[in-house]
């Protein structure tokens, strides 16, 4: 046990290193530094889905040799005891092949009980088991006898020997241990190392809208672990088409881009929102996709979690006694639509731009080649 442990740990270590070598040292631009804003409203400081005030984000990135390159990110709605104090939340599925643990008992109850963990698609019953553990071990748990893991995954089996398991609790835990608030790391990093989007490397990305004053001041992120496919599109321009790399693309073209494959997004907000009105914003996120240029194929998972931070949305373990509570309404969720829907366009470029080429063996899954891209934009005149 100890030495597994340790082996864990060491993995870890050297991940950071690994993550700045795969692309040569190359320093990778975000959306906004090429001139990419999707939509109308501003991002919050970090543009990060850690802008929405106490929720924490943690990644374990596991780099083993050649053949090994995958991860696990957690995602903490706030810092204290989930269990006993539950946010608000609902799931909506855009296409259902994949795997979201956890999801239909968020649908029944309209809460989140549990730090929400993405990894690839093997792992899944790994993690469980190990935020099992962790809320298990929580002060104030000790009489808890279930607890409703939240779990969701991607395939990464092209750059990832998924079937040598490599992801084990002690890389779950120190994910969730490791959580916290401040930037966010993207790219090609824990749930998203061995991802790949468009044909090219995909990974973690992570964009927020803050909303003015006569909107409800509220703030919204977003975070998205992309492995799917489609015919790219970045600020309304055809990347996918003039870098002749898309699905269902002719023979002639120099790479087929995928059309199958998953995407997970979580959307959080402080804006008090009960289940019912978070689902229809984590719908946005889903329709959001759709601005990238998704195909939502046979074979893609596409979910969306949302869940308000809002202490007015939360439950309390064992409560038996009615409470009042202030939520938005109906009619003033309109702005928090659109936030969602440019957030999620804007997780989804973030995380093409900042992944770092991986290789496994023959199979290379390149980073977009930026200066490529800024082209197209020029020539499409969608940035300066």
Same mark, same amino acid.
């Given at each position: 046990?100890?030495?597994?442990?340790?082996?864990?740990?060491?993995?870890?270590?050297?991940?950071? /290193?690994?993550?700045?070598?795969?692309?040569?040292?190359?320093?990778?631009?975000?959306?906004?530094?090429?001139?990419?804003?999707?939509?109308?409203?501003?991002?919050?400081?970090?543009?990060?889905?850690?802008?929405?005030?106490?929720?924490?984000?943690?990644?374990?990135?596991?780099?083993?040799?050649?053949?090994?390159?995958?991860?696990?990110?957690?995602?903490?709605?706030?810092?204290?005891?989930?269990?006993?104090?539950?946010? @608000?939340?609902?799931?909506?599925?855009?296409? @259902?092949?994949?795997?979201?643990?956890? /999801?239909?008992?968020?649908?029944?109850?309209?809460?989140?009980?549990?730090?929400?963990?993405?990894?690839?698609?093997?792992?899944?019953?790994?993690?469980?088991?190990?935020?099992?553990?962790?809320?298990?071990?929580?002060?104030?748990?000790?009489?808890?006898?279930?607890?409703?893991?939240?779990?969701?995954?991607?395939?990464?089996?092209?750059?990832?020997?998924?079937?040598?398991?490599?992801?084990?609790?002690?890389?779950?835990?120190?994910?969730?241990?490791?959580?916290?608030?401040?930037?966010?790391?993207?790219?090609?990093?824990?749930?998203?190392?061995?991802?790949?989007?468009?044909?090219?490397?995909?990974?973690?990305?992570?964009?927020?809208?803050?909303?003015?004053?006569?909107?409800?001041?509220?703030?919204?992120?977003?975070?998205?672990?992309?492995?799917?496919?489609?015919?790219?599109?970045?600020?309304?321009?055809?990347?996918?088409?003039?870098?002749?790399?898309?699905?269902?693309?002719?023979?002639?073209?120099?790479?087929?881009?995928?059309?199958?494959?998953?995407?997970?997004?979580?959307?959080?907000?402080?804006?008090?929102?009960?289940?019912?009105?978070?689902?229809?914003?984590?719908?946005?996120?889903?329709?959001?996709?759709?601005?990238?240029?998704?195909?939502?194929?046979? /074979?893609?998972?596409?979910?969306?979690?949302?869940?308000?931070?809002?202490?007015?949305?939360?439950?309390?373990?064992?409560?038996?006694?009615?409470?009042?509570?202030?939520?938005?309404?109906?009619?003033?969720?309109?702005?928090?639509?659109?936030?969602?829907?440019?957030?999620?366009?804007?997780?989804?470029?973030?995380?093409?731009?900042?992944?770092?080429?991986?290789?496994?063996?023959?199979?290379?899954?390149?980073?977009?080649?930026?200066?490529?891209?800024?082209?197209?934009?020029?020539?499409?005149?969608?940035?300066?």
């Amino acid at each position: 046990m100890f030495s597994s442990i340790l082996h864990a740990m060491m993995l870890i270590l050297v991940v950071a /290193s690994f993550a700045s070598a795969a692309d040569g040292n190359e320093r990778r631009p975000r959306a906004r530094e090429l001139g990419i804003a999707p939509g109308v409203f501003p991002p919050g400081p970090l543009n990060a889905i850690t802008d929405v005030a106490g929720l924490e984000v943690g990644h374990t990135t596991i780099v083993e040799g050649d053949e090994v390159h995958t991860g696990v990110t957690a995602i903490l709605p706030h810092g204290g005891n989930l269990f006993q104090d539950k946010v @608000a939340g609902a799931v909506f599925v855009g296409n @259902a092949f994949g795997k979201l643990a956890g /999801s239909t008992q968020v649908e029944e109850l309209g809460t989140i009980e549990t730090p929400i963990v993405l990894t690839n698609t093997l792992a899944v019953g790994t993690a469980i088991e190990a935020v099992v553990a962790h809320m298990l071990a929580q002060p104030g748990n000790e009489a808890v006898r279930s607890v409703n893991a939240l779990v969701g995954e991607t395939n990464d089996s092209e750059l990832n020997d998924i079937r040598r398991m490599p992801v084990t609790r002690a890389h779950v835990l120190a994910a969730i241990r490791d959580a916290k608030e401040g930037p966010v790391a993207e790219g090609s990093v824990g749930a998203g190392t061995g991802t790949q989007c468009f044909g090219w490397k995909g990974g973690i990305g992570t964009a927020s809208r803050k909303l003015p004053a006569r909107y409800g001041g509220h703030t919204l992120g977003v975070l998205v672990q992309t492995n799917y496919g489609g015919v790219l599109t970045i600020a309304g321009a055809p990347v996918g088409k003039e870098l002749g790399r898309y699905s269902f693309a002719p023979p002639r073209e120099e790479v087929q881009g995928r059309d199958d494959g998953s995407c997970m997004i979580v959307v959080a907000t402080d804006a008090p929102l009960d289940a019912r009105d978070l689902r229809r914003l984590a719908a946005r996120a889903i329709y959001g996709m759709g601005r990238t240029g998704a195909s939502y194929a046979n /074979s893609s998972g596409d979910f969306a979690i949302a869940f308000s931070t809002s202490p007015e949305a939360r439950s309390q373990h064992g409560a038996m006694q009615p409470r009042t509570r202030t939520l938005v309404p109906p009619d003033a969720l309109s702005p928090l639509f659109q936030a969602a829907l440019e957030a999620t366009e804007e997780a989804i470029d973030n995380s093409l731009l900042q992944a770092t080429t991986v290789r496994r063996g023959g199979q290379t899954a390149e980073a977009i080649p930026i200066d490529r891209l800024r082209a197209i934009l020029k020539k499409y005149g969608t940035t300066p």
